[in-house]
C-alpha cells in the first residue's frame, strides 16, 4: 500500500501543473497591499517612532489613501518648546488642520506614518527621531525644511487629535481643490463646455467654532469656463454628476473672488 502510495505521487509530479483559480478567500488580498505596506513601514520605524495615548479613539478605522484627515496639533522640540500649532492656547488660529493621505501628503515621514495609525476622536503624542524627521529623505524629495529654531538632529513631539477623515476627490495637481460627495447624482455626464449649468451654491470658511458662512445659498446660472465662479469652485463642479450634492474645498489661487460670488 505504501509503494503503491509512493508510485502513485511520482506519476503526479510528472503531470504538467493543473490551473487554479484563486481562492475566493484570497481575492482581497490585492486591495490589502497598501494597507499592509504602511503597517510594515510602521514596524519597520518602531525604534524611531514612539506613541503616547492621551485618549482612545472610536471605531476600529485608520485613516487612508485618498482621504482628507481633519486634525489639530501642537509640534514641540525635544525640550517641549511649541514652534507649531493650530490650537488657540498654544498660538493657533483654532481652525483644524486639513490634507489628503496619499500621494498629494507633504507631511514628514514619521508623522504620516503615526496618522496612518490613529482613529477618529483618538488624541496622541508621537515622539520621532531625526531619521524619520527632518533626516528622512523623504523630506529632502519634498523640500520640506525645519522651521526656525527647530534642530534637525533632535527628537521631535507632535501631539495630534484627529477629528475626522473621510474618502474625497482630489481635483487638482495640488491638492488645493479637493471634492467630498455628499450624496450621489444622476448619470455619468460632468459639465463641459460649452454647456450651461444652474447650481445651488453657499460658501462657507473655516474658523475656530466651525464653519461661518460668507456666501449664502443662491442658485448661479454660469456658462462652463466663463470666468463667473472661483476657479477652484468650479474645478469642482465639474467632477459633479447632475444632482450630486457636494462640499468643494478650495486653497490658494483658487478660491478667489469672482463676479458671481464675491
Known amino acids: 500500500g505504501a509503494m503503491a502510495g509512493f508510485l502513485k505521487y511520482i506519476e503526479e509530479l510528472k503531470e504538467p501543473p493543473k490551473e487554479r483559480k484563486a481562492e475566493p478567500e484570497l481575492w482581497g488580498k490585492d486591495k490589502q497591499t497598501d494597507e499592509q505596506k504602511w503597517q510594515r513601514e510602521y514596524l519597520r520605524a518602531s525604534g524611531s517612532l514612539f506613541k503616547a495615548e492621551i ?6 478605522a485608520n485613516p487612508k489613501d485618498d482621504q482628507e484627515v481633519v486634525m489639530h496639533y501642537v509640534y514641540r522640540t525635544e525640550d517641549e518648546k511649541v514652534y507649531a500649532s493650530t490650537r488657540r492656547e498654544h498660538g493657533g488660529t483654532g481652525v483644524p488642520y486639513k490634507f489628503v493621505l496619499g ?34 529623505e523623504s ?64 460658501g462657507y470658511k473655516l474658523c475656530h467654532d466651525g464653519e461661518e458662512e460668507f456666501f449664502p445659498e443662491t442658485t448661479i446660472k454660469y456658462r462652463v469656463g466663463d470666468g463667473q465662479l472661483p476657479k477652484g469652485l ?26 458671481a460670488i464675491p
Open 55 to 60: 485618549r482612545a479613539g472610536e471605531g476600529e
Open 103 to 136: 500621494k498629494h501628503c507633504k507631511e514628514l515621514k514619521g508623522l504620516e506614518l503615526g496618522i496612518r495609525q490613529l482613529r477618529k476622536k483618538e488624541h496622541a503624542v508621537f515622539k520621532i527621531k531625526p531619521d524619520y524627521a527632518y533626516e528622512h
Open 139 to 202: 523630506a529632502d524629495t519634498m523640500g520640506l525644511k525645519p522651521p526656525k529654531g527647530v534642530n534637525p538632529k533632535q527628537m521631535l513631539m507632535f501631539e495630534l487629535e484627529i477629528l475626522d477623515f473621510y474618502p474625497v476627490k482630489v481635483v487638482d495637481d495640488d491638492a488645493l481643490v479637493v471634492k467630498r460627495e455628499l450624496s450621489h447624482g444622476e448619470g455619468w455626464e460632468t459639465p463641459r463646455a460649452p454647456f450651461e449649468v444652474e447650481a445651488v451654491i453657499a
Open 234 to 259: 468650479e474645478m469642482g463642479i465639474d467632477h459633479m454628476n447632475k444632482k450630486e450634492k457636494a462640499w468643494i474645498r478650495c486653497h490658494g489661487e483658487h478660491r478667489i473672488s469672482s463676479p
